[in-house]
């Protein structure tokens, strides 16, 4: 008889302690993701980056965005080529005008997006045949923007930005 008290006062104590467990989840309007080698990041706007590093068998993973159940995920041929692509933005901060410019890729095609803190699209402009575009930010209040480039191929490369 008391070892089946026992068994029960131990089940009593440890059934309410897994109650506790939490996933991990994230909604989010923006974010990103971007993977070299054995190397991945991805990001939403607002929380902290995370992180992937593979070296043979030791996988480490850090943040708490990614989940616990392992996917297969198809990456962008794009991606690759983000070492090769420079862009630039400046002046930051800006006041009036921001300049994007690209090198090592053509101009040509590429999209501009601007983006507010929650992730809500507020610009967007199309580079021609010149390297450098100017967009015209006078109308929108100060604060932390995220610009992203996107190339015809699909590489994708995102800078913040902030406006006085």
């Known amino acids: 008889m008391k070892r089946k008290l026992f068994i029960a006062a131990i089940l009593m104590v440890s059934v309410p302690a897994l109650a506790q467990v939490k996933q991990s989840e994230v909604v989010s309007a923006g974010g990103g993701y971007f993977e070299k080698d054995n190397v991945s990041v991805s990001y939403t706007i607002g929380e902290p980056v995370t992180g992937t590093v593979a070296a043979g068998d030791l996988i480490v993973v850090h943040g708490f965005q990614q989940g616990y159940i392992a996917t297969s995920t ?3 041929p794009g991606i690759a080529q983000l070492e090769a ?3 630039k933005v400046y002046p930051n901060p800006v006041n009036t005008i921001m300049y994007v410019e690209l090198s090592n890729i053509e ?3 590429c999209v501009v997006k ?3 803190m929650a992730g809500q699209l507020i610009k967007e402009s199309e580079f021609g045949d010149d390297n450098r575009l100017s967009v015209d930010m006078s109308g929108l209040p100060q604060g932390a ?3 992203r480039v996107v190339s015809e191929d699909g590489a994708v ?3 913040k930005i902030m406006k006085y």
Do not use: S
């Open 145 to 147: 923007y995220f610009v």
């Open 85 to 87: 692509v420079d862009v």
């Open 114 to 116: 601007c983006f507010d």
């Open 107 to 109: 101009a040509a095609g």
């Open 157 to 159: 490369v995102n800078k």
């Open 74 to 76: 198809e990456v962008n």
